[in-house]
């Protein structure tokens, strides 16, 4: 089945810096790339995501980047805010066969002011 | 409109209990998941429902764990026999149709096995 990993598992970064969260899959049938940013003792809320005839999707301050030849794809933050910490997690999934999201494991992202 | 929404917030159990979850999708949303999330750990894949397709229950830790989805709205997840290992945050979503559509989550339910 497929399997997710995400990198890394903690980010701090400053004010305004950017922030890059990296994420591989295994199973070259998913076609699906979502972004889900979960604050504490909240709900899980979709950020971003992208579709495999894509390579890059951008929204205002964040955007994805899709390798589907080395099977990966990269979230960035520009111009980080404190409200932008969280923990944010990737996922992938097919559109045909299982269905289902897999999750990667998460990064705990905490920005400083 | 409504979003997801899931019932109890919280369910504190003994072992050796059942306990039952329930989750309401978003009107109209064909395709009904649960997911599992231990403390501070991503979300595990449990069961799919999608129309009035068999359900795919590949991601169900063991039997004790059993979900159905009536008249194709309300979901119940039903936990038998429960462990201390089960405790962790029960999450419900929902999507237009299965794949490449939206999944959008309910709050969660927080299960506390004691």
């Known amino acids: 089945g497929e399997n997710v990993e995400q990198h890394p598992s903690t980010l701090s970064v400053q004010e305004g810096d950017s922030a890059v969260i990296k994420c591989t899959y295994s199973?070259?049938?998913?076609?699906?790339f979502p972004w889900y940013k979960q604050e504490l003792g909240k709900r899980p809320q979709l950020i971003i995501d992208?579709?495999?005839?894509?390579g890059e999707k951008k929204d205002q301050r964040i955007a994805v980047t899709l390798n589907k030849t080395a099977k990966h794809f990269s979230l960035h933050i520009t111009e980080t805010q404190p409200e932008d910490s969280a923990v944010y997690f990737c996922?992938?999934?097919?559109?045909?066969?299982?269905?289902?999201?897999?999750f990667g494991s998460g990064t705990r992202l905490q920005v400083q002011p | 409109g409504a979003g997801v929404s899931q019932s109890p917030s919280n369910k504190v159990t003994e072992k050796g209990k059942d306990v039952e979850l329930r989750c309401d999708p978003i009107?109209?949303?064909?395709?009904l998941y649960w997911y599992r999330q231990s403390l501070g750990q991503g979300l595990e894949f449990l069961i799919y429902?999608?129309?009035?397709?068999?359900?795919?229950k590949s991601g169900l830790p063991s039997d004790r764990f059993s979900a159905e989805r009536t008249g194709g709205s309300v979901s119940t997840l039903t936990i038998q026999r429960t462990q201390q290992e089960d405790s962790a945050v029960y999450l419900c979503?929902?999507?237009?149709?299965?794949?490449?559509?939206?999944?959008?989550f309910g709050p969660g339910t927080r299960l506390l096995v004691l």
């Open positions: 979503a929902s999507s237009s149709e299965g794949g490449r559509e939206t999944q959008y």
């Open positions: 199973d070259s049938a998913s076609n699906y």
């Open positions: 992208i579709r495999s005839n894509v």
């Open positions: 996922a992938a999934s097919m559109q045909a066969g299982r269905r289902a999201l897999t």
């Open positions: 009107s109209g949303h064909t395709a």
């Open positions: 429902f999608q129309g009035n397709s068999a359900p795919d």
